[in-house]
């Protein structure tokens, strides 16, 4: 291997490592919360209802599905970059065995997929609905870990931003459901408006302005935001007491998600994209089939979860 190619070598591989070890963590934590909450009902002589295992069933299979269609797309995403990097190159392509340390040497696969699936509205609508999510999602997990005693939940959200928001949203609901009740003195009802609101709204509208910001210098920049912003909540449960810090109601949760989505559609009337080529664009191309996919996922587990979550 040379030299050079040790490095974006060293990158990837560590970055694959990295999902396939955080994924072992997330799994280990709903194993720890369940094994705690197993101990209690032992201890009270009660059984699991039959409700609690069907909903875990659920969002095991929910987990599987996200994984296994936003992963198929992003290994798509992979060899549509592979050649297009050996379409520039044309000596590599004509050379016999593949050239994957030059390939990750010469190409930024966070960049390129990002600005990908940016670049045109129809691809917009898709990806700046999986801000929405994670900005609601990180909020909800950080509420819910310090009712529940979840230890480590910044192992999801860093999980979602490797591997998919609608993959470690599902763990995460099964480290919620598999865990202890919150006692009732600690589980504040959700909040009109606190400092996750607040936040949630801020998340946002960091992440509306990221299209317009597509071929700039400071585009990246911009990108890490929202990325960054998605642990904030577990950050602000350090700092401020937890009065203050009340889980949004449904209200803002249903606005954030209206606000996202009427930011996407006036996007495609504003170019007078008809909405039949905004639904093609999910398979033009493979990095926005990933993000798409991811938010299809996520509307599926969301509205479960709203459904038989915590019912």
Known sequence: MAASNVRPWAIFTGYMVLAAALTTKAIAIIRAQRRARSTGRSADGADPAPSGRRAVALFSLLAALSLATTWYHMFRFFEWSYGQWAIAHVAA??????????????????RQAWASTLETVPRAWWSLQIFGFCANWSVMLAVQS????????????????????????????????????????????????????????????????????IGRPGFMLLLLGPHLLAFAPLLLDKIFPARTLGEPTWFWKAASMAWVLAVAFKGVSDEKVAFEVVLRTLYEHPAVSSVGWDVICCWISFGAWAVAGLN
């Open 93 to 110: 392509a004509d050379t016999d065995g593949l050239r994957l340390g030059e390939w990750l040497r010469d190409t930024s696969l966070f």
């Open 146 to 213: 310090r009712k529940r005693s979840i230890s480590h939940a910044w192992v999801f959200i860093l999980l979602g931003q490797v591997v998919a928001i609608s993959f470690a949203a599902n763990l995460s609901f099964l480290a919620v459901l598999c865990s202890e009740l919150p006692d009732r003195k600690r589980a504040a009802a959700p909040s009109a408006l606190s400092w996750h609101t607040v936040l949630l709204f801020g998340n946002l509208l960091w992440a509306m302005s990221i299209p317009a910001a």
